[in-house]
């Protein structure tokens, strides 16, 4: 069983970066080596694919509007993945979930098996 917490969202203004933390209760990168995500929900919209990684971090993929200013990133050792927000907009603002997942190529959010509870970004112009 994987639990994942989510830290590091806040207010913050347009232009402005953040740094999303994830944190898992287990090994991320053992027997069972799992792809991280990205996800992100605004008030209103269906959740988003935002970004993942894969379990050695050598591979990431983006939703393609926000290739440039996110960042992820993953630390085996500290069994942690990581969200580098930079340029931030008003419309990046949403609740913004990390997740695991055993594919190795999870192509939609059904594809992850475990979930954190979210953390807020809400970005004030």
């Known amino acids: 069983q994987v639990q994942l917490t989510e830290s590091g969202g806040g207010l913050v203004h347009t232009g402005d970066s953040l740094r999303l933390s994830c944190a898992s209760s287990a090994p991320l990168y053992s027997n069972w080596s799992y792809t991280m995500g990205w996800f992100r929900q605004a008030p209103g919209k269906d959740q988003e694919f935002v970004a993942r990684?894969?379990?050695?971090?050598?591979?990431?993929v983006y939703k393609d509007a926000l290739k440039g200013r996110f960042t992820i990133s993953r630390d085996n050792a500290k069994n942690a993945v990581y969200l580098q927000m930079n340029s931030l907009k008003s419309e990046d603002t949403a609740v913004y979930y990390c997740?695991?997942?055993?594919?190795?190529?999870?192509?939609?959010?059904?594809?992850?098996?475990?979930w954190g509870q979210g953390t807020q970004v809400t970005v004030s112009s």
């Open positions: 990684i894969n379990y050695s971090g050598s591979n990431t």
């Open positions: 997740a695991a997942s055993s594919w190795a190529t999870p192509l939609r959010g059904e594809h992850y098996e475990y």
